[in-house]
Structures are given as C-alpha cells and as structure tokens.
C-alpha cells in the first residue's frame, strides 16, 4: 500500500505539474464563452437530462465546476484520453482559447452573490468510509469534496452519482475504444475496487450537499 500511495504522489504532482504550465498559456474570457455554448446546452442545460451512452445517466452538472477541469477534460476528449463519441467529436473542433473560455463561463454559471457556502459533508457509514480512506479520494478531491488539490481536478461533492458512477467504471474500461478513460491515476484507484464498491462511492459523494448544478439556458427554461 506504501508503494502504490508513493506512486499515485508522484503521478499527481507531475500531472498538476505539466497542466499548470499548458494552462498559463491561454487565459478564458468568460463574455466570449457565453457565445460558444450552443454545443453544450442540448445536454449540459436541461435538468434531469440523461445520456443512453454508454448506459443510461444523467449528463454530469458543469456550472460552479473549476474553469481549468473543464478545461483539462475537453483537453482529454481531444486527445482520445477520454473516448466518449459525442464528447470526442465536440472538443475535436475546440481551440484551446475555445475551452479556456468555456471554462471560464461554467466556472461562475449560475453563482449566486451571497449566497451561503454548501454545508459540511454527512458522515461516511464505516463501510464507505473505509472504502474513501482506500482510495485517498480525499488527498486529490479536497476538503467536502468540493476544494480539489489542483484546479483540474474535478469538484465531485453533490455530482449525480450515476454519471460518478460511469465514468468510475471508464477508469478501469480505458482499452474500450468508445467510452473508456485513460488516466495513470484515476485509473490505478477504480480498479482497485468492485463495480459494487464504487456504486457505493458513487452514491455517497453525490449524496453531499456542493456547488454544481444544472442552470437551465434561456433556450429550454
């Protein structure tokens, strides 16, 4: 267990290491980044939307989430890190500039001026607990979940927990040529764990009150 914590320390420092010198190079412009949404609110803009691919889930919430995890994200689907079809053939057409500025918008989407901070995480049973304490999430994913380590990394507190669930399982799928994910990390913790295990990891940290939701684009309210 020392030996696989001592790797997954390196692996984090050298991935925040390498995107945090791609990401000063492009800064987001969150006014041009209203104008580039189309792409996205077909899915991202309607609560309670959910994708079939590749099993029925909600399509993950994206306002109040980190403007350079949107970014790395896109960057991954880009890259055929991520290989999800739709995702793949609209990052494909993305500039950087492009993504910077979408995560820019995302990232203060729906915020509201005073309003109060989410509350503190529930407890874990002991059961998921000591499944969290398995897979360090805490040591990347932050303080309730929602103050990540890195800025692309993913705030996961109140996620719907069956995409959580998805793209867990995508972790340890990454030879699948439609819907696997390719991440050293990520992927030396989801397979440490039964898909029934990370079910239940996936229903604890959704279940936490956080800072991401659905805001309905003026096209579908």
């Known amino acids: 267990m020392n030996k696989f914590l001592s790797s997954l320390s390196i692996l984090v420092v050298a991935c925040a290491t390498a995107f945090s010198a791609n990401a000063q190079e492009v800064k987001g412009d969150a006014k041009a980044g209203e104008k580039k949404v189309a792409m996205c ?6 609560k309670g939307y959910q994708a079939s691919f590749p099993e029925v889930h909600k399509v993950p919430m994206i306002s109040g989430q980190g403007a350079k995890y949107i970014v790395a994200a896109l960057a991954a689907y880009k890259k055929g890190d991520r290989k999800h079809p739709t995702m793949r053939g609209i990052a494909d057409n993305l500039s950087d500039q492009d993504m910077a500025d979408l995560g820019a918008y995302y990232e203060n989407h729906g915020k509201v001026e005073g309003a109060a901070a989410a509350g503190k995480a529930a407890e874990a049973s002991p059961k998921v607990a000591a499944l969290l304490s398995k897979g360090t999430c805490v040591a990347c994913h932050g303080d309730n979940f929602s103050k990540p380590i890195d800025p692309s990394y993913p705030k996961i507190a109140g996620q719907h927990s069956d995409y959580l669930f998805v793209a867990l399982k995508s972790y340890k799928d990454e030879g699948k040529a439609t819907w696997g994910r390719s991440n050293g990390v990520m992927g030396g913790i989801a397979k ?30």
């Open 41 to 46: 609110i077909g899915c991202h803009g309607i």
């Open 192 to 221: 440490q764990f039964s898909n029934a295990e990370l079910k239940e990891l996936a229903g604890y940290v959704g279940s936490l009150p956080g800072e991401l939701k659905t805001v309905p684009q003026a096209k579908f309210r």
